[in-house]
Structures are given as structure tokens and as C-alpha cells.
């Protein structure tokens, strides 16, 4: 079965630190990948997404994402943090194509960036 | 327009009792889902449709039922509540493109006691 795994549960940085939060997936076929964030509160919304092309995708507020086919990952970064990131945010896989667009979603990370 | 919306935001049920759970999308998309949330398992897939009068079980069918009898609404039922169905529950929606993006309302926390 297919499976998200996301690395790290919760990570704590001070502002303007750098982010990376790891996501792999278990899946040898085609795939669309996402970012989702959650904010405190809030519902998800999506950050950046992945499809075709090039493997550096940007997203909204200045995060990117690179996948890297050879290591079934989709890593999320930011060069500088900002304490308004503070938020929970789950990598997710579909297959492509079929699959109804169907998400398979990492146990999500708890950033806290402090003042 | 509003996008995806839920009712109620919270609810707390007694084990046995029954309700359903209301979403419904004004973005004219084919695509609906169900999922649940427990704290440090992401989301999980409960039943999605793909249009009117389809729906079909994800990873964790088990004590829920749907119906889609509008393209607009996809309600949530659980019979017979039990503790294990405490979570937080999310509908989203998604156009009928090849990997569209989902879009999630603002979710249900349901306390089963």
C-alpha cells in the first residue's frame, strides 16, 4: 500500500532560521505531490504542489519544495522563518493519472517558531 | 462564494447515538471527500465520490455511511457512535482535472463518550 512518511513530528525554530521538513513516499509509479498547511485554527490550504517539469516548485509565502524521483521525496523548505509559520503541514500523494485525485497524507509536522 | 462548508463545528455524542455530519461546495466540483483526523496520523480517507449517486470507500469505511444525491452536498453518517470515532473530520472537494488540488472546509470535532 501506499505510504507517506513525514521525518519529523515537531520542530522548533527561532525567526529566521532556516526550514526543511522531510516527506517521502512509497509509491513507484507516477505521482502528483502537495503541501498542505494548517494554521492554528484554520482549515488546510494548499501551499505548493507538484505535477510535471521542473522539480523546484515555489508556493505561496516563500516556501519551495524539490522532488527528487531517485529518493521518492518531496522536501518543504524556507530559507527564513517567520513566526506566522507557526503551523502544522502535511505532505500528500496521488497518483497520476486516475486515482480520483485520491490524497495519501503524511502524519503531518508542528512547526513553532519563536519570537 | 463560500467554498466547502461543514456543519457543526463541534459535537459531542453519547456511544450508541447517531448523526450526520453536513458539507456541501458551491464550486460545481465533481470530486468529494471524507476524511478524519487523529492527532499524529495526518489524514486519513474515510469514503469519497465522483459525481452524483457515486461514492466509494477509502481506507477507513468502517461505522460511516454517504450519500450524494447532489453535486453540491455529501453528507457524512455515523451510526451507532463509538469512542474510537472521536477525531476531527474534514470534507474537501476537487474538480474533476487530473491531480486537482483539494479543497478542505473548516472541519467537524466530534467527541464520542
Known amino acids: 500500500a501506499q505510504s507517506v512518511s513525514q521525518h519529523n513530528h515537531h520542530v522548533i525554530l527561532s525567526e529566521a532560521a532556516s526550514l526543511e521538513l522531510g516527506c517521502n513516499y512509497s509509491?513507484?509509479?507516477?505521482?502528483?505531490l502537495f503541501w498542505y498547511v494548517q494554521y492554528p485554527g484554520q482549515h488546510l490550504q494548499l501551499l505548493l504542489k507538484y505535477f510535471s517539469g521542473d522539480p523546484l516548485v515555489k508556493g505561496i509565502k516563500g516556501f519551495e519544495a524539490e522532488f527528487i524521483k531517485s529518493k521518492f521525496s518531496f522536501n518543504l523548505r524556507k530559507p527564513s522563518v517567520q513566526w506566522s509559520d507557526t503551523a502544522e503541514y502535511f505532505c500528500?500523494?496521488?497518483?497520476?493519472?486516475?486515482?480520483?485525485?485520491?490524497?495519501?497524507f503524511g502524519a503531518g509536522t508542528r512547526l513553532a517558531v519563536h519570537p | 462564494n463560500a467554498g466547502v462548508t461543514q456543519t457543526p463545528k463541534f459535537r459531542i455524542l453519547k456511544i450508541g447515538q447517531s448523526m450526520t455530519l453536513q458539507c456541501a461546495q458551491d464550486m460545481n466540483h465533481n470530486y468529494m471527500y471524507w476524511y478524519r483526523q487523529d492527532p499524529g496520523m495526518g489524514l486519513k480517507l474515510i469514503y469519497y465520490?465522483?459525481?452524483?449517486?457515486?461514492?466509494d470507500k477509502g481506507e477507513v469505511p468502517n461505522g460511516y455511511n454517504v450519500s450524494r444525491s447532489t453535486t453540491e452536498d455529501f453528507p457524512l453518517r455515523l451510526e451507532l457512535a463509538a469512542p474510537s470515532q472521536t477525531s476531527v473530520y474534514f470534507c474537501?472537494?476537487?474538480?474533476?482535472?487530473?491531480?486537482?488540488?483539494?479543497?478542505f472546509g473548516p472541519g467537524t470535532r466530534l467527541t464520542v463518550t
Open positions: 465520490s465522483v459525481g452524483a449517486g457515486i461514492t
Open positions: 474537501a472537494s476537487s474538480s474533476g482535472v487530473a491531480g486537482g488540488e483539494q479543497y
Open positions: 509509491y513507484g509509479g507516477t505521482v502528483n
Open positions: 500528500a500523494v496521488n497518483k497520476a493519472p486516475g486515482g480520483y485525485n485520491k490524497l495519501i
